[in-house]
């Protein structure tokens, strides 16, 4: 890590001009693999047929001999001002040479000085003499840390002479947009890109990016808001549906994230300047931009700005009139229609999408000055994708009640293979509600009827529920569950007019806290069409038996005595004051029972006690159930953000190891702790009949394209109708079950087949999955712990 | 051309605004009160005064000249479109181009500037640059407004840490007189007038050393000419084009017809959505359905009357949704980005699903809100 301490200035200069907080985003330095002593010679698993594959990886290559040459700058008398510092320095431009990268106190250069001390002297405007000593610190060969920094560095200049736009992390193409006018949206084609060092090389990760951007202001959109709501929510939902999201503004290149909204003051009142004087939005637009705020009576937004040197804190105001937005609100996200329109430009299947790779690769190669530079730093791309073989490991067969299945691996789906059979284990609908607003009677019926229909091949056992009918308010809901629900209710089914979300609320936050039954929420709307209405009442019939405790179906699990956890977070972004942790373990040796539990945690606060405990009486649990304790603990780990791995080794791993030691002196189960990742920039296509397609699911990568310094590897587990497939990536940051790599990848594998609420392969392991489910139910709706006699059933499907 | 660090800094005059600031604010000033179309700063260095322009509304064409390419490339990237000038294209044209080069030669490129700027820079220049000067600003150029600063030596007496000039770099720094009788000569050389000014008050009672920046204007009073003479021998390019950059703007017709078809489309959506809310409020409760049955007959109505009257309203026709072109050009925002209605057809034709007659943007509801 040595690498990493020199080059913080260098960090600097790499993220100085995106205004946003400096991080690690890819975890260098972070050596897992080194602690694992059995995956030193090979990582690599063997099962599986071979398939030969394509990435989005390009290998950069340096010249022989190649090193990058990282000089202190210091200036006697001192220098203050970065951009004096430059100047000065640049006065020197026939010694250092016209290529450098330099921000202020470190300079590379592509050539070595003759010197190791060179002293140069400059003279400033003001007629002053100062002597400035370039001292060589460190000569970095091509695989240094310090060094991929510099590339992705220089990367990035790259795709600014190329006239690329800089929106937050990306880069994209302002002069071909895509606009979808139904919806005043327009997409910008762009691309991310990042510099690694891979398995055996430096390679380029490069993938499309889309960025959404709204051709109208937030005051636009304000007003729209006004017309659809009225005067009494507008505030509510403004607020609900514009904080967290980000603006870019009318008059600079910067992004703003939206953090409240402040409606006592308007573009006339005053904000402190820099120099102490009082001034006007008005005011200050008009003589700084020329611009003109028309509507005099908006509110201001607010953003808080982070910066990590000094912890400054301090906040913008912007005017929504001035600022416009990007991405997508979760509003829009459930617009079906929009998605459709939007999916049509952004889900590009695997041809397409390298295709637009090869543009931009195509642009790199052709643009003289892009040339010129990576010349001059001694730099090359190979602008052909790398390819490998992979792996396809066997499909899994399906075991319910002593029948098993094959699934269709195409599809990667046993809904239809499935029907008819008993389920593992039904749970009995003896007694249970269904509430209902009276013009849903006709609907509650036909669900009814169907249920009725569906259940016995199922196994399950189904009395006719106490039909209620309430007014179609929140108030009438609670009013009945208060009265109505008793202990020996099974379950509580509502049928609901609208997706509004505070009657959902309400009924859950009722009914998993106060009053902890299994509910199950219905649209009406999801029940209204006949020719659907067979296989929405089966789903909700396996759903709700889950809920009550059920079993749908297993795939063989070959380990004993093994308990298996899913850890995943909910960042709730709306008042940006809690976190949730979503934690989930397994019961029973067939892993189809799980403990559930969740960490509900305030800003500031470390997660890692909350999920201490949680591990705790997650073993108490299974020893309650299995009359010893697990020999062997996986845990999956999703909701990890980019940069954090560093924290989750050195913090959590050993919490968890310190919860393990507190159970017994004699008690040393072999643990395994794996992150989870969903969001990556490599994508695999399989070379099929001279095509590029979607790698089917069970393609598992272990080479080329993983990280050299971690236990890690790829799995595509799911299938997509439309667009490219995206691998979930899987890091064994600590292991002691000496297990085969190949084991692990098969085990993982496996996993991604038991989420009940989908009766298919899934891109994350069930207990992630669940976990996710768990902490959005709380975040969403709930807010504080659930009641934790519901923690053995996966009430929160 | 450069911020002179000295000015700011001396503990006995200090400017508030700094004096840069104060000669820019000079120059923005001259522009809203002459709105010239086209404007050249030469010495643009940094490009700071360059960005303070592009703001201006009446600005098209926007040049900067500096003999240091470096000093421009530093900050140009700031003279870029934003994503939003992408996303909101302007009514306004505009370019912003920047050139490598030297005040002491002729390019083409400089012709036909209304205003060309000059912010200290003159005193940078060699003697026999300067020489030159005049003959290329004020003859080939020929711009119909020229704005000279420069330090005002008499002034140096205030700036305590002022050695000789105020800057290392300068050549030479001249006295109100001096200054005067240049401008003069060259005014009356090349058919202009001169006004003097200044930025930087002198202190009380010593209002005789003058303006710490001394600013001449120069108007030229004779009608433009010299481009037509230029134009007829064509003349070498000797600068060198740095960057370029030419804004988004609705009188491109890409942009223009973008926009058009974006409004329209998109207020149809609004109509539609009004229609279809009304009639699922209708649909969805089983004791309000005569009225619906009702207002089908509206509808039909509204067909009869679309034949004789060309009714504005939309309607409803199977599983189609007819909003009249008429309607939409009702809009504001429509009507002020096309102007004229044929003009909106125009745009339109080929982009945007019409019925037959091409009278009315047409949407088909038959897929909608299957997946819901």
């Given at each position: 890590?040595?690498?990493?301490?020199?080059?913080?200035?260098?960090?600097?200069?790499?993220?100085r001009?995106?205004?946003?907080?400096?991080?690690?985003?890819?975890?260098?330095?972070?050596?897992?693999?080194?602690?694992?002593?059995?995956?030193?010679?090979?990582?690599?698993?063997?099962?599986?047929?071979?398939i030969?594959?394509?990435?989005?990886?390009?290998?950069?290559?340096?010249?022989?001999?190649?090193?990058l040459?990282?000089?202190?700058?210091?200036?006697?008398?001192?220098?203050?001002?970065?951009?004096?510092?430059?100047?000065?320095?640049?006065?020197?431009?026939?010694?250092?040479?016209?290529?450098?990268?330099?921000?202020?106190?470190?300079?590379f250069?592509?050539?070595?000085?003759?010197?190791?001390?060179?002293?140069?002297f400059?003279?400033?405007?003001?007629?002053?003499?100062?002597?400035?000593t370039?001292?060589?610190?460190?000569?970095?060969?091509?695989?240094?840390?310090?060094?991929?920094?510099?590339?992705n560095i220089i990367?990035?200049?790259?795709?600014?002479?190329?006239?690329l736009?800089?929106?937050?992390?990306?880069?994209?193409?302002?002069?071909?947009?895509?606009?979808?006018?139904?919806?005043?949206?327009?997409?910008w084609?762009?691309?991310?890109?990042?510099?690694?060092?891979?398995?055996?090389?430096?390679m380029l990760?490069?993938?499309?990016?889309?960025?959404?951007?709204r051709?109208?202001t937030?005051?636009?959109?304000?007003h729209?808001?006004?017309?659809?709501?009225?005067?009494e929510?507008?505030?509510?939902?403004?607020?609900k549906?514009?904080?967290?999201?980000?603006?870019?503004?009318?008059?600079?290149?910067?992004?703003?994230?939206?953090?409240?909204?402040?409606?006592?003051?308007?573009p006339k009142?005053?904000?402190?300047?820099?120099?102490?004087?009082?001034?006007?939005?008005?005011?200050?637009?008009?003589?700084?931009?020329?611009?003109?705020?028309?509507?005099?009576?908006?509110?201001?937004?607010?953003?808080?700005?982070?910066?990590?040197?000094?912890?400054?804190?301090?906040?913008?105001?912007?005017?929504p009139?001035?600022?416009s937005?990007?991405?997508?609100?979760?509003?829009?996200?459930?617009?079906?229609n929009?998605?459709?329109?939007?999916?049509?430009?952004?889900?590009?299947?695997p041809?397409?999408?390298?295709?637009e790779l090869?543009?931009?690769?195509?642009?790199?190669?052709k643009?003289?000055?892009?040339?010129?530079?990576?010349?001059?730093?001694?730099?090359s791309?190979?602008?052909?994708?790398?390819?490998?073989?992979?792996?396809?490991?066997?499909?899994?067969?399906?075991?319910?009640?002593?029948?098993?299945?094959?699934?269709?691996?195409?599809?990667?789906d046993?809904?239809?293979?499935?029907?008819?059979?008993?389920?593992?284990?039904?749970?009995p609908?003896?007694?249970?509600?269904?509430?209902?607003?009276?013009?849903?009677?006709?609907?509650?019926?036909?669900?009814?009827?169907?249920l009725?229909?569906?259940t016995?091949s199922?196994?399950?056992?189904?009395?006719?529920?106490?039909?209620?009918?309430?007014?179609?308010?929140t108030?009438?809901?609670?009013?009945?569950?208060?009265?109505?629900?008793?202990?020996?209710?099974?379950?509580?089914?509502?049928i609901?007019?609208?997706?509004?979300?505070?009657?959902?609320?309400?009924?859950?936050?009722?009914?998993?806290?106060?009053?902890?039954?299994?509910?199950?929420?219905?649209?009406?709307?999801?029940?209204?069409?006949?020719?659907?209405?067979?296989?929405?009442?089966?789903?909700?019939?396996?759903?709700?038996?889950?809920?009550?405790?059920?079993e749908?179906?297993?795939?063989?699990?070959?380990?004993?005595?093994?308990?298996?956890?899913g850890?995943?977070?909910?960042?709730?972004?709306?008042?940006?004051?809690?976190?949730?942790?979503?934690?989930?373990?397994?019961?029973?040796?067939?892993?189809?029972?799980?403990f559930s539990?969740c960490?509900?945690?305030s800003?500031?606060?470390?997660?890692?006690?909350g999920?201490?405990?949680?591990?705790?009486?997650?073993?108490?649990?299974?020893?309650?159930?299995?009359?010893?304790l697990?020999?062997?603990?996986?845990?999956?780990?999703?909701?990890?953000?980019?940069?954090?791995?560093?924290?989750?080794v050195?913090?959590?791993?050993?919490?968890?190891?310190?919860?393990?030691?507190?159970?017994?002196?004699?008690?040393?189960?072999?643990?395994?702790?794996?992150?989870?990742?969903?969001r990556?920039?490599?994508?695999?296509?399989?070379e099929?009949?001279?095509?590029?397609?979607?790698?089917p699911?069970?393609?598992?990568?272990?080479?080329?394209v993983?990280?050299?310094?971690?236990?890690?590897?790829?799995?595509?587990?799911?299938?997509?109708?439309?667009?490219?497939?995206?691998?979930t990536?899987?890091?064994?940051?600590?292991?002691?079950?000496?297990?085969?790599?190949?084991h692990v990848?098969?085990l993982?594998?496996?996993?991604?087949?038991?989420?009940?609420?989908?009766s298919?392969?899934?891109?994350?392991?069930?207990?992630?999955?669940?976990?996710?489910?768990?902490?959005f139910?709380?975040?969403?709706?709930?807010?504080?712990?659930?009641n934790?006699?519901?923690s053995?059933?996966?009430?929160?499907? | 051309?450069?911020?002179?660090?000295?000015e700011?800094?001396?503990?006995?005059?200090?400017?508030?605004?700094?004096?840069?600031?104060?000669?820019?604010?000079?120059?923005k000033?001259?522009?809203?009160?002459y709105k010239?179309?086209?404007?050249?700063?030469?010495?643009?260095?940094?490009?700071?005064?360059?960005?303070?322009?592009?703001?201006?509304?009446?600005?098209?064409?926007?040049?900067?000249?500096?003999?240091?390419?470096?000093?421009?490339?530093?900050?140009?990237?700031?003279?870029?479109?934003?994503?939003?000038?992408?996303l909101?294209?302007?009514e306004r044209s505009?370019?912003?181009?920047l050139h490598?080069?030297?005040?002491?030669?002729?390019?083409?490129?400089?012709?036909?500037?209304?205003?060309?700027?000059?912010?200290e820079?003159?005193?940078?220049?060699?003697?026999?640059?300067?020489?030159?000067?005049p003959?290329?600003?004020?003859?080939?150029?020929?711009?119909?407004?020229?704005?000279i600063?420069t330090?005002?030596?008499?002034?140096?007496?205030?700036?305590?840490?002022?050695?000789?000039?105020?800057?290392p770099d300068h050549?030479?720094?001249?006295?109100?007189?001096?200054?005067?009788?240049?401008?003069?000569?060259?005014?009356?050389?090349?058919?202009y007038s001169?006004?003097?000014?200044?930025?930087g008050?002198?202190?009380?009672?010593?209002?005789?050393?003058?303006?710490?920046?001394?600013?001449?204007?120069?108007f030229?009073?004779?009608?433009?000419?010299?481009?037509?003479?230029?134009?007829?021998?064509?003349?070498?390019?000797?600068?060198?084009?740095?960057?370029?950059?030419?804004?988004?703007?609705?009188?491109?017709?890409?942009?223009?017809?973008?926009?058009?078809?974006n409004?329209?489309?998109?207020?149809a959506?609004i109509?539609?959505?009004?229609?279809m809310?009304?009639?699922?409020?209708?649909?969805?409760?089983?004791?309000?359905?005569?009225?619906?049955?009702?207002?089908m007959?509206?509808?039909s109505?509204?067909?009869g009357?679309?034949?004789?009257?060309?009714?504005m309203?939309?309607?409803?026709?199977?599983n189609?949704?007819?909003?009249?072109?008429?309607?939409i050009?009702?809009?504001?925002k429509?009507?002020?980005?096309?102007?004229?209605?044929?003009?909106?057809?125009?745009l339109?034709?080929?982009?945007?699903?019409?019925?037959?007659?091409?009278s009315?943007?047409?949407?088909?509801i038959e897929?909608?809100?299957?997946?819901n």
């Amino acid at each position: 890590t040595i690498g990493l301490q020199v080059s913080s200035g260098l960090q600097d200069l790499s993220l100085r001009d995106r205004g946003g907080r400096r991080r690690d985003f890819h975890d260098l330095g972070v050596n897992t693999r080194q602690a694992m002593v059995h995956v030193q010679e090979s990582k690599t698993g063997f099962s599986g047929k071979m398939i030969k594959l394509t990435t989005n990886h390009f290998r950069l290559t340096s010249r022989p001999q190649w090193a990058l040459y990282q000089y202190h700058v210091g200036y006697s008398p001192e220098m203050e001002a970065r951009r004096l510092r430059s100047a000065l320095l640049f006065q020197h431009e026939e010694t250092i040479g016209k290529t450098h990268a330099f921000d202020g106190s470190i300079l590379f250069l592509p050539k070595k000085l003759d010197n190791k001390v060179t002293e140069l002297f400059s003279r400033t405007r003001n007629g002053e003499d100062v002597k400035i000593t370039v001292t060589l610190t460190n000569e970095l060969p091509p695989t240094s840390p310090t060094c991929l920094q510099f590339y992705n560095i220089i990367f990035r200049r790259l795709l600014k002479m190329l006239n690329l736009q800089q929106i937050g992390r990306n880069y994209y193409n302002p002069s071909d947009p895509v606009s979808i006018p139904n919806h005043r949206l327009m997409v910008w084609l762009g691309f991310t890109s990042s510099i690694l060092q891979y398995e055996e090389n430096i390679m380029l990760c490069a993938d499309v990016s889309h960025k959404v951007l709204r051709g109208e202001t937030v005051l636009d959109t304000m007003h729209s808001l006004h017309s659809q709501v009225g005067e009494e929510r507008f505030r509510d939902t403004c607020a609900k549906e514009l904080i967290g999201l980000i603006v870019l503004t009318k008059y600079n290149n910067r992004t703003y994230r939206i953090d409240d909204i402040d409606w006592d003051n308007n573009p006339k009142s005053t904000f402190r300047k820099s120099d102490g004087s009082e001034m006007s939005f008005v005011e200050y637009y008009k003589k700084q931009y020329n611009i003109e705020i028309s509507d005099w009576m908006q509110p201001v937004l607010i953003s808080q700005m982070k910066r990590k040197r000094g912890n400054i804190q301090g906040s913008v105001a912007l005017i929504p009139e001035l600022c416009s937005l990007t991405g997508l609100t979760d509003k829009m996200r459930s617009d079906f229609n929009m998605m459709k329109d939007l999916a049509i430009h952004t889900r590009l299947p695997p041809e397409q999408r390298q295709r637009e790779l090869g543009r931009l690769l195509n642009y790199i190669q052709k643009d003289d000055n892009v040339q010129k530079e990576l010349r001059n730093w001694g730099l090359s791309f190979d602008y052909k994708s790398v390819s490998f073989t992979g792996r396809v490991v066997q499909g899994e067969k399906i075991f319910q009640s002593g029948t098993m299945f094959d699934y269709n691996p195409q599809f990667a789906d046993w809904t239809k293979e499935t029907r008819g059979v008993p389920l593992i284990r039904s749970m009995p609908m003896d007694s249970w509600l269904l509430i209902y607003t009276r013009r849903n009677y006709d609907v509650a019926n036909t669900l009814l009827q169907s249920l009725f229909k569906v259940t016995p091949s199922m196994g399950i056992r189904m009395n006719r529920p106490n039909m209620i009918e309430v007014d179609d308010r929140t108030e009438a809901y609670l009013r009945v569950l208060q009265q109505r629900v008793t202990p020996d209710i099974d379950i509580v089914v509502c049928i609901l007019s609208s997706s509004r979300k505070d009657k959902y609320d309400a009924i859950k936050k009722y009914l998993c806290t106060d009053c902890p039954i299994p509910s199950q929420c219905v649209l009406a709307r999801t029940l209204s069409k006949p020719q659907t209405i067979m296989t929405v009442a089966t789903k909700i019939a396996l759903q709700m038996n889950c809920k009550m405790g059920g079993e749908l179906w297993s795939v063989e699990i070959p380990l004993k005595q093994v308990m298996i956890v899913g850890i995943d977070c909910y960042h709730d972004t709306v008042s940006g004051k809690q976190s949730i942790a979503g934690f989930v373990a397994s019961l029973n040796q067939a892993v189809t029972r799980w403990f559930s539990r969740c960490v509900v945690q305030s800003r500031g606060q470390e997660l890692v006690d909350g999920i201490k405990t949680c591990l705790q009486t997650a073993l108490r649990n299974w020893s309650k159930w299995n009359k010893c304790l697990p020999s062997r603990i996986f845990v999956y780990r999703d909701g990890v953000g980019d940069g954090q791995l560093n924290t989750l080794v050195n913090y959590e791993v050993p919490q968890f190891l310190d919860c393990l030691k507190s159970i017994g002196t004699d008690y040393s189960p072999r643990l395994t702790v794996i992150v989870v990742k969903k969001r990556v920039g490599a994508r695999f296509f399989a070379e099929i009949g001279g095509g590029l397609k979607n790698p089917p699911p069970g393609t598992v990568v272990d080479t080329v394209v993983t990280r050299p310094e971690w236990y890690d590897f790829f799995v595509v587990s799911q299938t997509v109708k439309n667009g490219c497939v995206a691998p979930t990536h899987y890091n064994v940051i600590y292991d002691t079950s000496q297990l085969k790599p190949d084991h692990v990848q098969r085990l993982t594998y496996k996993l991604c087949h038991m989420y009940y609420n989908w009766s298919g392969i899934i891109r994350v392991p069930a207990p992630c999955q669940y976990a996710h489910k768990l902490a959005f139910l709380v975040g969403q709706s709930i807010h504080r712990e659930p009641n934790l006699t519901l923690s053995d059933r996966l009430y929160y499907l | 051309m450069e911020k002179n660090l000295q000015e700011e800094f001396t503990p006995i005059v200090k400017f508030e605004p700094p004096l840069y600031k104060q000669r820019y604010q000079f120059v923005k000033d001259l522009v809203e009160k002459y709105k010239p179309k086209k404007v050249a700063d030469l010495g643009c260095a940094d490009c700071s005064l360059l960005w303070m322009l592009k703001f201006c509304s009446c600005i098209e064409v926007l040049a900067g000249l500096d003999i240091c390419a470096n000093v421009m490339r530093e900050k140009m990237h700031t003279l870029s479109p934003l994503p939003v000038d992408y996303l909101q294209p302007s009514e306004r044209s505009l370019t912003v181009t920047l050139h490598h080069g030297s005040v002491a030669h002729k390019d083409p490129c400089m012709l036909g500037f209304d205003l060309v700027t000059c912010i200290e820079l003159i005193e940078h220049l060699e003697e026999s640059e300067l020489e030159k000067f005049p003959e290329v600003v004020f003859g080939f150029m020929a711009p119909s407004i020229v704005v000279i600063s420069t330090p005002n030596s008499e002034f140096n007496s205030l700036l305590p840490r002022v050695m000789l000039y105020r800057h290392p770099d300068h050549k030479f720094e001249w006295s109100q007189a001096q200054f005067q009788s240049w401008a003069l000569e060259t005014a009356r050389c090349y058919d202009y007038s001169v006004e003097f000014t200044g930025v930087g008050h002198p202190p009380t009672g010593m209002e005789k050393v003058g303006f710490c920046t001394q600013i001449g204007v120069f108007f030229r009073k004779h009608p433009q000419t010299g481009e037509s003479v230029q134009s007829e021998k064509p003349m070498e390019a000797v600068y060198k084009t740095v960057f370029k950059a030419v804004y988004p703007s609705l009188k491109d017709e890409k942009y223009l017809q973008n926009a058009v078809i974006n409004e329209v489309l998109f207020t149809a959506q609004i109509i539609k959505h009004r229609l279809m809310s009304k009639r699922e409020e209708y649909s969805d409760d089983p004791e309000t359905k005569s009225k619906f049955q009702s207002s089908m007959d509206c509808f039909s109505d509204y067909l009869g009357k679309l034949v004789v009257e060309k009714n504005m309203e939309p309607f409803v026709s199977g599983n189609e949704v007819y909003i009249p072109l008429t309607t939409i050009f009702s809009f504001p925002k429509v009507n002020r980005l096309c102007g004229t209605f044929e003009k909106l057809c125009k745009l339109i034709a080929g982009k945007v699903t019409l019925s037959s007659d091409g009278s009315a943007v047409m949407f088909n509801i038959e897929h909608e809100n299957e997946e819901n």
